[in-house]
């Protein structure tokens, strides 16, 4: 188990109330836009503004987010590629 | 004339929202969007029987906006800036869209800022200038705590709604979330003249 996949999962779901859905239900993998949890463009910059506020991660560009906001788990690998866990 | 009628009429409040699971997107909603979503919703109306560019929407908000404002507004020193999701809420027509994307409405709408907006009169020329079949007729209430103690009024949260058509059953019975008919009244009286 990674721990800081698990604690962004968590996050997630606090952060966009979403609704009968566990932080265990959401896949590593599984893509954050469009199908599954239905995230859109504006939840994509909640997602910048709570990556500064918990992790002190500044996105200045969202293309340089894009990669990033594919799964829960590229989402990790950023967070610890940018030396922030 | 064709006759209009009142088709079903609904009212909720603050708690009935917070229990209600409208799908995964409705917990993200501001609480005067998800009153009135939910109110809309309690109509029972079914929207498939319906041409669904010839529904209005005819929303009355009393504080507009100003509730989700000052959220807004207080997160402004917070770090990454204040939320993103709440600034799309920062327009006293937002629920007017959320109705519409929940039902995929695309009549006319309108709304309506204030106390003794009018709504239901504005609700009932659309449908007899031939605009629409039918229309939803909203009010919301909503003055939190925090806008209560600046604009000097008692703090209030519910919603009602009204489904008129040109023709139908007539209005249903209450039901489960109708818990207070006082809305309704808002919407069913007059304004009242500048005297």
Same mark, same amino acid.
């Not at chain 1, 609704?19 to 859109?40: H, K, M, T, W, Y």
């Not at chain 2, 699971?21 to 909603?29: E, H, I, Y």
């Given at each position: 188990m990674n721990p800081l996949v698990n604690e962004l999962k968590a996050k997630i779901v606090a952060l966009f109330k979403l609704? *009968?859905?566990? +932080?265990?239900?959401?896949? *590593?993998?599984? +893509?954050?836009?469009?199908?599954?949890?239905?995230?859109?463009s504006i939840d994509a910059l909640e997602l910048v503004v709570m990556l500064e506020r918990d992790y002190g991660i500044v996105i200045k560009d969202i293309e340089e987010g894009r990669p990033a906001f594919q799964s829960v788990r590229t989402l990790a690998e950023f967070i610890r590629a940018r030396g922030s866990s | 004339m064709d006759k209009l009628v009142v088709a079903a009429a609904s009212v909720v409040s603050e708690a009935d929202a917070r229990a209600a699971?409208?799908?995964?997107?409705?917990?993200?909603?501001d609480l005067s969007s998800r009153l009135a979503l939910l109110a809309v919703e309690a109509?029972?109306?079914?929207?498939?029987?319906?041409?669904r560019d010839r529904v209005g929407i005819c929303l009355a908000t009393r504080a507009g906006s100003l509730p989700t404002d000052i959220d807004y507004w207080n997160g402004r020193d917070a770090p990454g800036g204040p939320s993103p999701t709440l600034f799309a809420y920062t327009l006293p027509s937002a629920a007017i869209g959320e109705i519409a994307i929940r039902h995929r409405l695309t009549g006319p709408s309108l709304c309506l800022v204030g106390e003794n907006t009018g709504a239901l009169a504005e609700a009932v020329l659309l449908i007899r200038r031939g605009e629409v079949e039918a229309c939803l007729c909203v009010e919301c209430n909503l003055v939190t705590p925090a806008l209560a103690r600046m604009i000097q009024l008692p703090p209030a949260a519910r919603a009602c709604a009204l489904f008129l058509q040109r023709?139908?059953?007539?209005l249903r019975a209450l039901r489960e979330?109708?818990?207070?008919v006082e809305s309704l009244c808002v919407l069913l009286c007059p304004p009242k003249s500048a005297t």
């Open positions: 609704e *009968d859905v566990s +932080p265990d239900q959401i896949d *590593d993998n599984a +893509p954050l836009f469009g199908a599954g949890l239905e995230l859109d | 699971r409208l799908g995964t997107r409705f917990g993200r909603l109509l029972g109306v079914d929207f498939d029987a319906l041409p023709s139908g059953d007539g979330n109708d818990r207070d």
